[in-house]
């Protein structure tokens, strides 16, 4: 079960180097979707836990659709990974709708996630995935954004 997991994670992030930028990597503007008469607008927290190695900094990318997921995040934050304590990276004026967060470590300061072989060799993460049985998806990973919010991410390394 542990070779096929892999195996699918190494065949997810293999196509995803070739195809598209690394992800949390490129931001672009957020535009709003059609939100009916509402204008609120929400904070979500990410609080990101299971960071064992406390170096580097954190790339979190927001996304709010399959492409912007798979490609270049809606928003982006850089933090610093403290020596201690919890990791909190907020992204405030978000309108209603359906979200998802990945991130990634860069433990050596060249702002891109890195690979030994196929394999990530600097941790990641994504919302609403607490182990991984294959490579997680937009829908996988999304969650609706109606009121401020705060959510976990656990932080994985192969």
Known sequence: MKTLII?????WLFIG??????FAQQTT??????????????NLTVV?????????KLYVGLANSKASFDGEAIQRR????????????????L???RY?????????AN?????????PSEPFGFSNVSMLTGPPDFDQSSFDLNADNSISIRVFEM
């Open 100 to 108: 998802a967060v990945r991130l990634f470590q860069d433990l050596n």
């Open 78 to 93: 850089v933090v610093d990974v403290p020596a201690s304590g919890a990791i909190n990276v907020l992204f405030e004026g």
């Open 29 to 42: 503007s957020l535009t709003s979707t059609s939100v009916g008469a509402t204008s609120s607008t929400y």
């Open 95 to 97: 309108v209603p709708g």
């Open 111 to 119: 702002q891109k996630l890195d690979f030994s072989g196929q394999m």
């Open 17 to 22: 180097i070739i195809a598209k930028p690394c």
């Open 48 to 56: 990101v836990s299971n960071v064992n190695t406390r170096s580097g």
């Open 7 to 11: 195996f699918n994670l190494t065949i």
